[in-house]
């Protein structure tokens, strides 16, 4: 590995904008780099269809060992806003922004790292199986690219998703199932002085049932938010309308059913109760999964940090990422740490260390990789 220009990537990356759906300049950053390095690489259409200026791009580097399950490594190409002209400032082992925007370590160090390591696979001739990057898009905004990835290329193997916040070695095992919803309360309007008796107050049913709703976290496994209300339309006026949005996260599907249930039946009692009307509408944001040590990524994972000395901790998540598509498609995924913190915030930051733990790390991983036969 070089430090160098491993740090470099990384500074090169962060100073390019990509806010959702503006991913083009690091995708083709990526394929600038990895151009004479690999042997494909492939921009998908998704873009189109999701309304941005690039598509998830596939990197395959063909490996000598065929016996072995491919790798796929990912990492995301979008950042949450701000994240327009970064300015990255290193202060010893510490890169971060200059405090106006996001540094988006989250997750340009993931594609630095991934970039770096298939430079030394390359330099050095490192024998490994077939190894494919899956840079996606829009992947902060409801992991649009993932979901819209065409994986028919991309054989089932063991995925490691370079997106997790804290040190180089933590592996996010399990993540829960995620339903937003959306309700309407419809009331009747009707001037608040004049005459209200003829009003239906859509904002007080929906303050009744919100109040008998379970909130926050419910149990182990499952938590509730409802996170956005608006309506009603002046201070004089019986509000006739009222939107409450949440959502439900749970490891348990079954749970989150129930609660679904519940939450429709208290707006239900409500509503028929104050004489006005509701609907619900309710979508999948991702769907959950739980590995353990006995799944062979995680093996692979495990087995790749011991080689390299990195600790490890396996972690149960309360957030979604790509590894929660990869694995309802088929492709046992993990979340990888990859040393980012304050992720989401002006005071992100990310320590050279991790950097480059980080590259070590894949590199355990690729030797790792027949540890699961
Ligand atoms: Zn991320």
Known sequence: MKENRLIETFI????????????????????????????KIVEDTAGEKLGGNAGNVTVFIEGSENSLEPLIFCAHMDCVVPCENVVPVKDGDIIKSN??????????A?????IETARVIKEDSIKTPDIYYLF?????????GAKNMNLDNVPKGYAFVLDGESTVGTITVASPNSEKFRIRVKGKAAHAGIEPERGVNAIQIASKAIAKLPMGRIDKQTSINIGKIHG????????????????????SKKKLDSLLEKIESIFSEEAEIGLGLFSLKHESEFT???????????????????RKDIKTKTIKSG??????VFNEKGI???VLAIGFENAHTKSEQINITNLKMGVDFIMGIIEASGCAD
């Open 319 to 324: 957030g979604g990422s790509d590894a929660n």
């Open 232 to 251: 009603g339309h002046a201070r004089n006026v019986v509000p006739d309308n009222v939107v409450v949005e949440g959502e439900i996260r749970s490891f």
């Open 12 to 39: 090169d990356l962060v100073e390019i904008s990509s806010p959702s759906g503006c991913e083009r300049g690091v995708a083709d950053y990526i394929k600038d780099a990895l151009g004479t390095v690999c042997k």
């Open 288 to 306: 959950g999964f739980q590995l353990s040590d006995s799944d062979d990524v995680v093996k692979i994972a495990l087995e790749g940090a011991r």
């Open 332 to 334: 046992s995924a993990v």
């Open 99 to 108: 405090g106006d925007t996001i540094l988006g370590a989250d997750d340009k």
């Open 136 to 144: 996606t898009i829009s992947e902060e905004v409801g992991l649009h």
């Open 110 to 114: 993931g594609i630095a790292m991934l």
